[in-house]
């Protein structure tokens, strides 16, 4: 059976492309429904730093994986990767075509192709971080130590990705990037996978990014972060989501609130060009512009 899916930078307007196709297959008598692949809709009262779907779009066309945990729970990529497959499966039984939409490369690939995923301890993460977290820098230069080829797959002020993959060596004996095995064949699970790619001019990107992280601002993330810290101790996980570290530190009064919306466009603009390098390099990924990018969907 068919598995579609629709992938790109934040901001390039895949959410957009992936609810019109959706209405339009369904007018024709063809059922779909969408899958969120993204690490932070599935939380919720985390609206406005997500972009997520309104209410109307979520009754209109039915979506999986929007607003199924609480703020204090964590979620792992294999968590993740387990309940968007059988979300695809349920909608697969009930004869409609499951309709994939996100950002994120690594959840995008967890969920479509056969990932390996090492295990994990949380006491032995909280050791490395204690360990290593008022210096990102020099845990990615002790990884590139152990593991050069994992260390070269990650941003050397990336903490996170370097501690999980110090976790792994620790835990397994084994290099990190020895997991990566399956990451280069793009051999999908799903033997019928058609995937579109949005990919903007960089230009027209960026200011779509600034906007849209202006209007977040006026929107009231800030109140809206306050709110969430009230009622639940943010995992991990959600802790991280862009746009609400940076409201966060405006609570904490670590970061000028008028500097709120410059920071998260800069990290969000920094989030697309990774992206674009995951999905610029699956093969299976066609980009389109937007109208062609629905019609391919429409006519999958």
Partial sequence: MTVLAV???TASGKSRVALTAARRRIA??????LVAVDAFT???????????????????VVHHLVDVLDPDEELSVVAFRDRARAA????QARGATPLLVGGSGLYFRAVVD???????????????EQRWGSDPPAAHAHLTQL????????????????????????????????????????ASIY??????????????????????????????????????????????????????????????????????ATRIARRTWRYARR??????????????????AVAALVDA
């Avoid at 695809?88 to 909608?91: F, P, W």
């Avoid at 390996?116 to 490395?128: E, N, V």
């Avoid at 992206?275 to 062609?292: E, G, L």
């Fill in 42 to 60: 599935v939380y919720r009262g985390m609206d406005i730093g997500t972009a997520k779907p309104t209410r109307a779009e979520r009754d209109e």
């Fill in 147 to 186: 593991d050069p080829a994992a260390a070269a797959r990650i941003e050397p002020g990336n903490l996170r990705r370097t501690v999980r993959a110090l976790e792994v060596i620790e835990l397994t004996g084994t290099p990190f990037s020895a997991f990566d095995d399956a990451y280069d064949t793009y």
């Fill in 7 to 9: 992938v790109g930078p």
């Fill in 275 to 292: 992206q674009r390098a995951w999905f610029r390099a699956d093969p299976r990924v066609h980009v389109r512009d937007r109208d062609t």
């Fill in 191 to 260: 033997p019928d996978l058609r995937v579109v790619g949005l990919d903007p001019p960089t230009a027209q990107l960026r200011a779509v990014i600034a906007a849209r992280a202006e209007a977040m601002v006026r929107a009231g993330l800030v109140a809206e972060v306050a709110a969430l810290r009230a009622r639940w101790t943010l995992s991990r996980t959600a802790r991280q989501g862009i746009g609400y570290a940076e409201a966060a530190a405006v609570l904490d009064r670590e970061l000028p609130e008028d500097e709120l």
């Fill in 114 to 128: 056969p990932l390996r995923f090492p295990p994990t301890d949380s006491a032995t993460r909280t050791r490395l």
């Fill in 28 to 33: 024709a008598g063809r059922p779909t429904e």
């Fill in 88 to 91: 695809i499966a349920a909608v």
